[in-house]
């Protein structure tokens, strides 16, 4: 019973809540402060805004800076130079026959002998080569029987005529009696004729078993051998090919600069590689009379003599002329060249780092360097290794390093 007071006491101790200490009353904001707070913030909300567009704007438009200049080639270009003007115009040309011509057989048949091998030297009319035509000759004979018979058919029509002629002058016979023996006559007459042409055209087609050589000259091909088919006509295998190798005719194209210089029957000169040293003299025999258009260059031949037979067909030499102008030449680059539908062109580089796109006139070929005869000129700025692509009036880079420079 003592302990009951202090059990209780325990009790409400363990049952009390804590104290609370209630936060400081603040005084309210006036309005005007919190306006202007919050407008600072939106205007710092907007200027990070425009910041960050700005920022954007400026990056795409370095982008797309970047990539227009990227776009833009890159080209490197050098200076022509100036050549002297050479008192001596020396161009490739070509030796060629002055008359060649193959031989084909007129009849055909099998090869019997050929009697001229390459490299010989023939007269017109020599010899050849007999050619074996059995069956031309079977034709022959049997066209000559023909016309025998044809002979006697028209001496008994003969006959005939004559005897009704005199059997109507009794008048034993009819006029159209007489009249029909005179036309069997005629009719004899024109068969022998038919007759005669017939052999004669045999005799003549057998005549071509012997081929002769058409002019003088030097045999330079031989196809067939005794024993081959021969067929007549081109159709078949051409048995030789004859030249004429004396005088030898030059061929070599003039750049259009020099063509007013070039006249029939000035001297020029050939020289061949093989034979440094020897000039062999020669005469402008004619021109083409005309440019072409693709090339700008004259056709022109020199004729050269060949008695001794020094200059060989077909063989490859340089032809001198003494034109006597004073033509300004550049040379450029042969990685520099641009040969297209329009053909040959440079691609120059304007004031305005602009492709001008420039048809040119070529003139002799160096090796590395190319002779330029017009076009171009010493300040232009000419494009090297141009890609197939340049197009003109396209806008171009120049490389700084090489804006300048020149080849050598």
């Known amino acids: 019973m003592q302990n009951e007071p202090e059990t209780n006491q325990s009790t409400e101790t363990r049952h009390t809540p804590p104290q609370v200490t209630p936060p400081p009353k603040l005084p309210a904001a006036p309005p005007r402060k919190a306006l202007i707070i919050v407008m600072l913030i939106v205007v710092v909300l907007a200027l990070s805004g425009a910041a960050s567009m700005f920022t954007r704007i400026r990056a795409g438009h370095a982008l797309a800076k970047e990539t227009e200049i990227d776009s833009v080639p890159t080209v490197s270009v050098v200076h022509p130079i100036a050549e002297k003007p050479d008192e001596e115009l020396v161009l490739p040309g070509s030796l060629q026959a002055y008359e060649e011509s193959p031989i084909y057989a007129r009849t055909s048949g099998y090869l019997l002998h050929w009697y001229k091998d390459i490299g010989s030297h023939v007269s017109k009319g020599e010899l050849l080569a007999d050619i074996d035509t059995p069956e031309v000759d079977q034709e022959l004979s049997q066209a000559r029987a023909g016309r025998q018979q044809t002979v006697a058919q028209r001496d008994l029509a003969k006959i005939s005529a004559d005897r009704w002629q005199n059997l109507r002058k009794t008048d034993s016979v009819s006029q159209q009696e007489a009249d029909t023996q005179s036309s069997a006559y005629q009719q004899a007459q024109a068969t022998l004729a038919a007759a005669d042409a017939n052999v004669r055209r045999l005799e003549q087609l057998e005549s071509f078993k012997h081929v002769y050589a058409p002019f003088s000259g030097v045999l330079v091909k031989r196809n067939v051998d005794p024993g081959a088919l021969i067929n007549a006509g081109s159709a078949g295998v051409e048995l030789f090919i004859l ?161 300048e420079g020149k080849h050598s």
Do not use: C, W
């Not at 020094?310 to 003494?322: A, D, I, P, T």
């Not at 102008?325 to 304007?350: C, H, S, W, Y």
């Not at 780092?353 to 330029?372: A, F, S």
């Open 243 to 403: 030249a004429k190798v004396d005088p030898l005719r030059v061929f070599t194209n003039v750049p259009q600069a020099y063509s007013p210089a070039i006249k029939s029957g000035m001297p020029a000169y050939v020289t061949l590689q093989e034979m440094p040293g020897q000039k062999f003299r020669g005469t402008v025999a004619r021109t083409a009379a005309a440019i072409d258009p693709a090339t700008r260059t004259l056709l022109t031949e020199v004729d050269v003599p060949n008695k001794d037979g020094h200059l060989l067909r077909g063989s490859f030499g340089e032809v001198h002329f003494s034109p006597k102008i004073d033509t300004a030449k550049v040379t450029v680059p042969v990685n520099a060249m641009l040969f297209r539908q329009e053909g040959a062109q440079l691609a120059i580089v304007g004031p305005d780092n602009k492709v001008q796109l420039r048809p040119i006139t070529i003139g002799r070929d160096y090796g590395t360097t190319l002779e330029i005869l017009g076009g171009v000129s010493l300040e232009d700025r000419v494009i090297v290794n141009p890609a197939e692509s340049l197009e003109n009036g396209q806008q171009v880079n120049v490389a700084t390093d090489n804006s």
